[in-house]
């Protein structure tokens, strides 16, 4: 399944490039959104690590009133509420992750089809390196991306009232949110050398002093996460600077607004944070926040090339890349549909 729903992906983006009808395009991509949205929403408990503990907390929470529900839970209250309320129209565990499936994907589709210059190519290209395969296990954190996805538009926009009522609804969700709240005055800083230089030099001390920044997160975010070492990563590190690479080659053609230095920089600090993760796996869970808009980097910058021949090379050269590690990650795991 995770194989026939790329190589579908992989299709549309074929025929939305080959149509110049704007009433098609738009069909072809509510048909991929669909493809994405009913792969993950009509899943087995059993598909994803934590699927089936999320369904069971469901099930449970239907049991007991809306005041029992911070009774149950340690934290994320609203998560859970909203969990209560979606059992109050269905409580099929289906219909639930329907409903959560589609709240985790809104942000992304939003996010892509208001920045993307393709948005098939960057919808195929967050299924492969994104966070598609993540949105199955984390599904807490999954809905928090959304509305911080969601929350993009008003850092684009100048909104800081709209944007501070999503952030709260994301941290409602997964506090980690909280991360994404410096965005508003972060993303919108012009893409230029001192910018860059600013974020290495923070990266660098970051990593020089990982373990007093960890702990630090640790206290903000009420966790007990230590320093987990790895011996993978570093292949989708440099892929992660490649695109960075890329985007700051072609800068200069695609960036024309706000809109576009805004979606820059979340990519950016995706590849800066994803430094982080070569040290310990703690950091992976953060840098998800800006890997969603890398899809869009990605896109953008390849497109961006003027010489026919040139793009041409370096989309097929970056499709390949992005179907080995979407691969690699879906090698071992199994997909079993609610019925099976």
């Known amino acids: 399944m995770y194989i026939g729903l790329v190589l579908i992906e992989l299709l549309l983006c074929l025929l939305y490039s080959g149509t110049n009808s704007k009433r098609n395009k738009r069909i072809i991509w509510y048909v991929g959104c669909a ?16 699927t089936i503990q999320y369904v069971n907390k469901f099930v449970a929470l239907q049991e007991h009133s809306w005041t029992e529900v911070p009774l149950l839970v340690k934290k994320d209250y ?17 219909w639930y992750l329907l409903t959560i499936s589609f709240l985790s994907c809104i942000g992304v589709w939003k996010i892509i089809d208001s920045n993307s210059k393709n948005p098939l190519l960057s919808l195929f290209f967050y299924i492969t390196i994104g966070n598609f395969l993540f949105i199955m296990t984390g599904i807490r954190q999954a809905v928090a991306m ?8 008003c850092i684009q926009k100048r909104q800081p009232g709209r944007f501070l009522l999503l952030i709260m609804l994301a941290i409602s969700c997964h506090h980690s949110a909280m991360l994404f709240f410096p965005m ?10 001192r910018t860059i230089l600013v974020d290495l030099v923070f990266i660098i001390l970051v990593y020089f002093n990982f373990e007093s920044f960890l702990e630090l997160s640790n206290e903000l975010l009420e966790y007990d996460y230590g ?15 490649i695109i960075v690479f890329l985007a700051l080659l072609t800068k200069k053609v695609w960036i024309q607004s706000i809109k576009d230095t805004v979606i820059m920089n979340l990519g950016m600090i995706s590849a800066f944070i994803w430094t982080l993760r070569l040290i310990s796996r703690t950091a992976e869970r953060p840098a998800l926040y800006w890997l969603n808009a890398m899809p869009i980097v990605l896109t953008n910058s ?3 090339f003027s010489r026919m021949r040139t793009r041409r090379i370096i989309l097929m050269a970056v499709i390949v890349v992005s179907l080995f590690f979407y691969y690699r990650r879906v090698a071992d795991m199994s997909y079993a549909f609610f019925w099976q």
């Open 146 to 153: 959304s509305f911080c996805l969601l929350s993009v538009e």
């Open 35 to 50: 493809m994405m949205w009913l792969t993950l929403g009509l899943r087995s408990s059993h598909t994803g690590g934590d």
């Open 227 to 241: 320093v987990e070492n790895v011996s993978n990563g570093m292949m989708f590190y440099m892929f992660l600077l």
């Open 184 to 193: 508003y005055f972060i993303a919108v800083m012009k893409v230029n050398i």
């Open 302 to 304: 390849v497109i961006s």
């Open 78 to 94: 609203g998560f859970y509420y909203l969990s209560k309320l979606i059992g109050t129209v269905c409580a099929e565990p289906t």
